[in-house]
């Protein structure tokens, strides 16, 4: 017997501007709630561990500033994801090619560090990690623009490759990136030249700053100029993209290319930051994957980036923390994230679509 309530979508003709502000809004109070339910099926208190987890993470002194660096690689991720779904691009790689600008940042510092001052070793160290980001996203890139071979696909390959790399590399006898004569294998620190302090003896670097300005000169370039009028040309229409005489191909490439470069960016950050070198423990930290999730939380739109990926910094800085402070599950940061995304994501269908229900015949035996 069929049902006598159909639900229809109907696609808006134009989305209003509210839904672009709700739909995040609620996408984050609905993870909230979904989080609250979970901890009360586990036993714990969702309001003493939403308590530490704002405390830790937001509104104390050093949760803030904990907070803020750890956002610096999360925001370099995002706009790194965001940059490449302008074009409908699937850049599921940054997590490899974050590894990658760790490695070009860390074989920078330790090769010309001691040779250079600091005020051209920073930026030597940032290119260095954004061109090795780069390049691992070139073949990608090539076979996509090319031969049209999903991204999807042979970028996530990419990112199993490239941790092997980084173990290779710290666990290899006599490997230029380790301290020789260790017990266990790490890798060696860049020299001073190469690195940066925390400001004022916290954990935010400078280079806060400086990814907060790339974001909003990326939201400038893809609004107001005329590369990234192509972008959202090929992005809507790619025939009307050909007939207009734009060369997809190659955008294609250059898109994907700075893509790649930006996470690149975020792994030379924590070469100069809070790591200081090669170190296999960001395999285990899902900085890549992150970006993904604050990119479609903020709808791809850079300055909302911003917000989006200090409050995955703070989830992850009050999540890492709630075990130090409580007995709470360290896992509930992660948890928070993942329903962000998903409820992020069926989010889009409301502010995509208008959905109501229309009432059918009744349905007969």
Request: glycine share 12%.
């Amino acid at each position: 017997m069929r049902s006598p309530i159909r639900i229809v979508f109907e696609q808006r003709s134009e989305t209003p501007k509210h839904l672009s502000v709700l739909v995040p809004l609620l996408s984050v109070v609905a993870a909230l709630v979904v989080g609250a339910l979970f901890l009360l099926a586990t036993g714990y208190s969702p309001l003493e561990t939403y308590s530490n987890m704002l405390s830790d993470g937001f509104t104390s002194s050093r949760g803030i500033t904990d907070t803020l660096g750890l956002s610096t690689v999360l925001i370099c991720t995002g706009i790194s994801a965001a940059f490449a779904f302008q074009m409908n691009l699937y850049n599921i790689g940054g997590e490899g090619q974050l590894y990658l600008g760790m490695i070009g940042g860390a074989w920078a510092g330790l090769a010309l560090g001691n040779q250079l001052p600091t005020f051209v070793m920073i930026p030597v160290v940032l290119l260095v990690g954004a061109l090795a980001g780069a390049s691992w996203i070139l073949l990608p890139a090539f076979v996509r623009s090319r031969l049209g071979t999903s991204e999807i696909v042979t970028t996530l390959l990419l990112t199993y490759i490239a941790a092997s790399l980084v173990k290779h590399f710290v666990y290899s006898p006599g490997s230029f990136f380790v301290t020789k004569n260790s017990a266990f294998p790490q890798g060696r620190l860049v020299p001073d030249s190469a690195s940066l302090s925390g400001i004022g003896d916290t954990s935010l670097y400078p280079t806060f700053f400086l990814v907060i300005l790339i974001a909003l000169v990326l939201f400038w370039v893809v609004k107001k100029t005329e590369y990234g009028y192509r972008i959202q040309v090929i992005s809507d229409s790619p025939r009307a993209a050909h007939y207009a005489g734009i060369n997809a191909n190659r955008t294609t490439m250059s898109v994907m290319l700075i893509s790649g470069a930006l996470s690149g960016l975020g792994g030379a950050v924590l070469i100069i930051g809070p790591f200081g070198r090669l170190d296999p423990g960001i395999i285990l930290l899902g900085y890549g994957y992150a970006g993904i999730v604050i990119a479609a939380l903020a709808r791809n739109n850079f300055s909302a980036i911003i917000v989006s990926g200090i409050l995955f910094a703070g989830l992850r800085s009050g999540g890492d923390k709630l075990q130090i402070s409580t007995d709470t599950p360290i896992h509930i940061g992660v948890m928070l994230q993942g329903a962000i995304l998903l409820f992020a994501l069926g989010g889009e269908a409301f502010r995509r679509y208008h959905i109501h229900a229309v009432r059918t015949e009744r349905a007969t035996q």
